[in-house]
């Protein structure tokens, strides 16, 4: 029968900057894949949004760690049989059971195209730009099915010249489950330093050497994510629920949970007496 186990997760938070938003360009989220399976299901939320967020054109492949597609073709993603799908401010969504064989040991890209003009709210990003982001952020068009996608990199420079080691943020994505008949998924709560993956990356590789097929690890990191208090009025949803709200609403929930990992708590002595 085999289990439902999530192969790779990032956090929810509040996402407002427009050059690392979706609006009529695509976005793929690339990870390492240590799980083989037979089917592929992805889960979306809009947890931040104020308005409804429309995503189309979804789609799974093997890539390299750059999300340059390298072998196979592009698996289609449906909601209901749709290619698109409309997300309500606050709702989540799971697609189609998508039938489709997957191996540990390769990368994977998940490509949605954002057709609207509308500034995205919800999301997160992962890494830095230097230090292996796994989300990237095309020119304006619809590339889901393109192997190598023309990147906005000179809009996103000089967000990230403003801004810090940024990637591009992914929109909407929160998880890609696999149908496994073994293995088992690690989370790892935590804030800034979590989500730019200084620990997250290289322990995740050092599991997935030592364990292939069984170990599937992902990311709740939130930069400026506090353990006791949600994000602080003036950088709106910027840094997340406190983590106990978000161990209780996006941690448990993960398919596959076993362990947990936790490291916050830093900003709640930074930005002590900020509500």
Known sequence: MGKWVSAFHIAQRGIFVESNNGMERTVRVVF????????????????????????????????????????????????????????????????????????????LAVSMYFPDKELLKSGSSLGTADYGGYTFRSEIGDYTKVAEMPLNNETDKAVREISGDQPADAPMFRSLDILTEEGYNVAMLGDSITQMCYWYKPLTERLYKAYPGKIATGNQGIGGGRLCYDS????????????????????????????????????????????
Do not use: Q, W
Request: charged share 20%; proline share 4%.
């Open 32 to 107: 390492p894949n240590n799980l083989n399976g037979s089917a592929v299901r992805l889960v979306l939320s809009n947890k931040y949004g104020d308005t409804p967020a429309r995503v189309a054109d979804l789609n799974i492949s093997v890539c390299n760690e750059k999300g340059i597609f390298c072998g196979g073709a592009c698996v289609p993603v449906t909601f209901d049989g749709s290619d698109e799908t409309v997300l309500k401010a606050g709702e989540e969504r799971v697609s189609d059971i998508i039938s489709h064989e997957v191996k540990a040991g390769t990368y």
């Open 232 to 275: 602080p009025a003036p950088v709106l949803d910027m840094f997340g629920d406190a983590g106990y709200k978000r161990f209780l609403d996006e941690v448990v929930t993960i398919n596959g949970l076993k362990y947990v990992m936790v490291s916050l708590g830093v900003n709640d002595l930074a930005m002590a007496g900020h509500l």
